[in-house]
């Protein structure tokens, strides 16, 4: 008998917030590039880096330039990747280019390269973040870096780095070596801000435990710290005999006292203790 395959549907609710997503992230982003980063001449990478280089030594509009680069882009990476981006993506490629061109006449909120470089980062990195919560990009870039990933035998990565890297070291030609300093920063900041939306604020430890009291040890966890905690099979290296580990994720908060539970049980475990930047699950969040 052949078992019913199910499929989760989104439901007009979902589809709807993740549309909000995918507007909300784009204003941002938009609002950042104009008030922070087209000012300050600080191209960091992406096709808002290209408009703001085209901008300044050519005077072009910026938002032009974007839709000039994002809508051929998208056409592409569908015609060679597939209809994988979906409306979504498209919505972005062309209502952020709308939002510059609407907010372009804000005054800068500062003219100092450094506060734009890190604030203009932040924006951006937020924006992305929401946009990316709504299972969605703003494409540019990010196309070309796929299509480049898939007919080379470049990684995606390097070449997200390669495309933006080009453009940044265009900017510090055309500018100045400090203007693509500054572009750099940005684009770090930028980087890490959108892990920071993606996965949150939170942090938890995962703690792997070796020892010879392990049924101690997994009862204190169990009892004392009311956290759950998983058996793994492994094997001595030296040894070859069979010594379990004890795997335990913990808020970041009860950690010292996991430490100081494991200490008193057995001073002589072995703990390797690593960060969990997102935990999903019971007593955790939820998916």
């Known amino acids: 008998m052949k078992r019913k395959r199910t499929f989760h549907v989104n439901s007009g609710a979902e589809i709807a917030l993740e549309y909000v997503f995918v507007l909300i992230g784009s204003a941002i982003i938009a609002l950042a590039f104009n008030v922070f980063l087209l000012p300050n001449k600080i191209a960091s990478g992406g096709v808002s880096g290209i408009s703001t ?17 994002n809508i051929p882009l998208f056409i592409a990476g569908v015609i060679f990747l597939g209809k994988q981006f979906g409306v979504k993506t498209l919505v972005g ?3 952020l280019p709308a939002v510059v061109f609407l907010t372009n006449g804000v005054e800068p909120w500062t003219h100092n390269s450094l506060l734009a470089a890190l604030f ?19 494409g540019g870039t990010d196309l070309a870096a796929q299509i480049i990933n898939k007919y080379t035998g470049f990684t995606l990565g390097t070449c997200v780095v390669l495309i933006d890297g080009l453009i940044v070291l265009t900017a510090a030609m055309v500018f100045d070596i400090e203007r693509g300093l500054y572009a750099l920063i940005a684009l770090y900041v930028t980087s890490k801000t959108i892990d920071l939306v993606q996965v949150g604020f939170g942090r938890s430890k995962m703690a792997m435990i070796i020892t010879n009291k392990q049924e101690e040890v997994r009862e204190g966890i169990l009892n004392k710290i009311d956290r759950g905690v998983t058996k793994l099979s492994a094997y ?16 970041q908060t009860e950690f010292t006292k996991l430490k100081q539970l494991v200490k008193t049980l057995d001073p002589s475990a072995f703990v390797v203790v690593m960060d969990a930047a997102e935990v999903l699950g019971e007593g955790f969040k939820r998916a």
């Not at 001595?236 to 808020?251: A, N, Q």
């Open 93 to 95: 490629t062309i209502f």
């Open 53 to 69: 280089i085209l901008h300044s030594t050519l005077g072009w509009e910026p938002a032009y330039v974007q839709w000039a680069f």
């Open 236 to 251: 001595g290296g030296f040894t070859d005999h069979e010594r379990p580990v004890l795997m335990c994720v913990v808020d």
């Open 120 to 138: 203009g980062g932040i924006g951006v990195g937020l924006g992305l973040g929401i946009v990316f919560r709504g299972r969605a990009s703003t």
